[in-house]
């Protein structure tokens, strides 16, 4: 594949997309020990998960909402850029788009964070950093576009 087609911000929404999926999707947002109970309470508690992901509860819409999104822009890139598929003109020029949905991902991310912070595991805080940095890409992408040639 040929990455040196693509511009510093697709480059980062390609990668910090792909990282913040991957991270909704397998690595735990948050984590109960259950060490902590009585004893018999721990034995009837033995068989329950005590780890979530970013897309499960609590507020799993917001990690939902992220993951199509970051998905969204990840397929934008790859079909138009790397594989030079034609996709149909939206309203709005694709930049405008991927900056709209970097800053709604990264936003999203940061209010489930917030709204829960009881038993937060690594995911939560890698998550929100992999949305920043989509968010982030998405301003740059829209930046070099509107930038004079």
Request: aromatic share 8%.
């Amino acid at each position: 594949m040929g990455l040196t087609k693509l511009s510093q911000g697709e480059r980062i929404v390609l990668f910090a997309g792909v990282l913040l999926i991957i991270d909704l999707l397998f690595v735990a947002w948050y984590s109960v020990d259950i060490s902590v109970l009585p004893l018999d309470v721990r034995r009837l508690a033995a068989g329950v998960d005590t780890t979530l992901t970013g897309v499960q509860s609590p507020y799993a819409g917001y990690g939902v909402a992220a993951v199509i999104l970051t998905g969204v822009m990840i397929a934008q890139i790859v079909l138009a850029r790397l594989l030079s598929v034609r996709l149909p003109a939206p309203g709005l020029p694709w930049s405008q788009i991927h900056l709209v949905a970097g800053i709604f991902v990264a936003v999203v991310l940061v209010i489930k964070l917030v709204r829960d912070l009881e038993a937060l595991a690594f995911g939560s805080y890698s998550g929100v950093l992999a949305g920043i940095l989509v968010g982030y890409g998405g301003y740059c992408i829209a930046r070099e576009d509107a930038a004079p040639a």
